[in-house]
Nanobody
Framework: QEQFVESGGGLVQSGGSLRLSCVAS????????VRWFRQAPGTEREGVSC????????YYTDSVKGRFTISRDNAKNTVYLQMNNLKPEDPAVYYC?????????????WGQGTQVTVSS
């Protein structure tokens, strides 16, 4: 089955850090932009960060700029999200998905997500 497998979530104190991983299964990420999304209970899914396929340009939603860093390792078929200075508004299930461009609207290969919980 072609999908991402997310991991690395957990419980961390406010101000702490986590590193999420997103491994592609059944396909390769080389030609794809990969975006991290998150969804908290009762809220709409939100795009958090995206990394392009060719030159690795990265994009962030305003609320995570300066705290989160997205990166990719095509040889490992993996995209990472380093999350520092986690805040009470960051808890959610984090997912990754792929499209050809960060501006795309047809995100695919969704995984099961990984839960991030922040304690105050």
């Amino acid at each position: 089955q072609e999908q991402f497998v997310e991991s690395g979530g957990g419980l961390v104190q406010s101000g702490g850090s986590l590193r999420l991983s997103c491994v592609a299964s059944g396909f390769t990420i080389d030609l794809y932009a990969v975006r991290w999304f998150r969804q908290a209970p009762g809220t709409e899914r939100e795009g958090v960060s995206c990394i392009s396929s060719r030159d690795g340009d990265s994009y962030y939603t305003d609320s995570v700029k300066g705290r989160f860093t997205i990166s990719r390792d095509n040889a490992k078929n993996t995209v990472y999200l380093q999350m520092n200075n986690l805040k009470p508004e960051d808890p959610a299930v984090y997912y990754c998905a792929a499209d050809y461009y960060c501006s795309g609207q047809k995100w695919a290969y969704w995984g099961q997500g990984t839960q991030v919980t922040v304690s105050s």
